[in-house]
């Protein structure tokens, strides 16, 4: 099975920038479908953007549209979310995780999950 290492998160001002790496090790990276989530404190995990496996479809959660990148190098085994125009209001551990079957924003649909990283946008 598939394991995930997220990385890249930390502490920047509103209106920076980041970008968040997702490195697979194990299966066949090319197989699976990625998504980023992110979960606020005192809040549910909640979507921010998929993938489809060959990178050919992406989706975004409306609250980071037009701000957030998705992408994925299949022969590196990595995906990225390139984060602009950050607020406030995206601080919030950040998961990368992999889903065997198409590109969703359903939580419950991805099988495989990292252990997060930390993203903090101060005013």
């Known amino acids: 099975q598939v394991q995930l290492v997220e990385s890249g998160g930390g502490l920047v001002q509103a209106g920076g920038s980041l970008r968040l790496s997702c490195a697979a090790s194990?299966?066949?990276?090319?197989?699976?479908?990625m998504g980023w989530f992110r979960q606020r404190p005192g809040k549910e995990r909640e979507f921010v953007s998929a993938?489809?496996?060959?990178?050919?479809?992406?989706i975004y959660a409306d609250s980071v549209k037009g701000r957030f990148t998705i992408s994925r190098d299949n022969a590196k085994k990595t995906a990225y979310l390139q984060m602009n125009s950050l607020k406030p209001e995206d601080t919030a551990v950040y998961y990368c995780?992999?889903?065997?079957?198409?590109?969703?924003?359903?939580?419950?649909?991805?099988?495989?999950w990292g252990q997060g990283t930390q993203v903090t946008v101060s005013s």
């Open positions: 995780a992999a889903d065997t079957n198409i590109a969703t924003s359903s939580v419950r649909a991805y099988d495989y």
């Open positions: 194990r299966g066949t990276f090319s197989s699976y479908a």
């Open positions: 993938i489809s496996r060959n990178g050919g479809r992406t």
